[in-house]
């Protein structure tokens, strides 16, 4: 079947799904310490509602509370989803995506799942880095940017025990010498232990 009528009748079969779905219950009655919740609602076709990824336009902020103000701390970063601070008071950004797993790309749900990615955002190659960001005048705005570590798989969560800095990667926990101040590791650092990554998504 072609691509594009698979991907016509998939659309219609969630949104027959959807046209049954509705819901008496209002948001007070979802709240407190005994709350309503609706019945599950068994459909073909998950619903499934994903936020397109849309950064600001040019010039835009938050509106800040009164008294406050806001600055973007970092610009033109490659696909951010993590943050550690040490306690020099520098920012460690894990600049990620999800490493390859063929076996999750195989027949029709694979195809699916990788649509929905690509709507999400996601479907771009991991940067596979930790970028640090640094503020030494702390005006809310970091005048230093290194790449910290590189050549990593996929890292995500951070933390810094002692003088040792240990990263997830998605398939394993590493451990890097880490010296106060400095502003990149190039240490191969160590394996702690195995994680269960491999071509399944074991998120």
């Not at 509370?65 to 610009?75: L, N, Y």
């Not at 970063?77 to 995506?97: F, I, K, Q, S």
């Not at 027949?107 to 190659?125: C, F, I, Y």
């Not at 990263?167 to 926990?173: F, I, Q, R």
Request: hydrophobic letters at 40%.
């Amino acid at each position: 079947m072609p691509k594009t009528r698979l991907a016509l009748l998939i659309m219609l079969a969630g949104s027959l799904a959807a046209c049954g779905e509705s819901s008496t219950l209002q948001v007070a009655d979802g709240t407190g310490p005994s709350p309503k919740l609706p019945e599950p609602n068994k459909t073909l076709i998950p619903t499934v509602n994903i936020a397109p990824a849309i950064g600001w336009p040019e010039g835009a902020k938050p509106i800040a509370a009164a008294g406050t103000q806001v600055a973007a701390f970092a610009e033109g970063l490659d696909h951010p989803r993590w943050l550690y601070v040490l306690p020099n008071g520098d920012v460690l950004v894990a600049e990620t995506n999800a490493p390859p797993k063929p076996d999750d790309a195989k027949g029709v749900r694979g195809w699916v799942m990788e649509k929905v990615m690509d709507r999400a955002g996601a479907g771009v190659p991991s940067p596979n880095r930790i970028t640090l960001l640094r503020d030494a005048d702390h005006d809310g705005v970091a005048e230093t940017r290194t790449v910290f570590l590189e050549n990593l798989n996929s890292p995500f969560g951070m933390t810094l025990v002692g003088n040792d800095l240990y990263v997830a990667d998605s398939d394993k926990l590493l451990r890097f010498p880490y010296q106060p101040g400095e502003t990149a590791i190039n240490s191969p650092g160590t394996k702690v232990v195995d994680l269960p990554g491999g071509p399944l998504n074991h998120h």
